[in-house]
Nanobody, 121 residues
């Protein structure tokens, strides 16, 4: 069974930094893409940063250099570093992996449980 466990969220003052982590476990045959999304209250979930299947990175339009995605060489752990946090960054942050489990022919999307990031003035 595929599991994603996130950590690193919390309450931070504006201007501070955070690093979020997401660990993938389970019977994995192949990993396609992986990334971070966020959802603020009353808003749709949006892309923050992701690695595509060819290893390149893509970022949401709002990012403007304050967010950086990275990963372990095993590709089973990803990180999101956020600098110069703003109150509008307050949201639940979710990690996402597109995974083919052992014995399966299909890639499926898996989501973490979400980690709350709250930025205060």
């Amino acid at each position: 069974q595929v599991q994603l466990v996130e950590s690193g969220g919390g309450l931070v003052q504006a201007g501070g930094s955070l690093r979020l982590s997401c660990v993938l476990s389970g019977s994995i045959f192949s990993i396609n893409g992986m990334g971070w999304y966020r959802q603020a209250p009353g808003k749709q979930r949006e892309l923050v940063a992701a690695f595509t299947s060819d290893g390149s990175t893509k970022y949401g339009d709002f990012v403007k250099g304050r967010f950086a995605i990275s990963r372990e060489n095993t590709k089973s752990t990803i990180y999101l570093r956020i600098h110069s946090l703003k109150p509008e960054d307050t949201a639940v942050y979710y990690c996402n992996f597109e995974v083919k489990e052992t014995g399966s022919n299909l890639y499926r999307d898996y989501w973490g449980q979400g980690t709350q990031v709250t930025v205060s003035l």
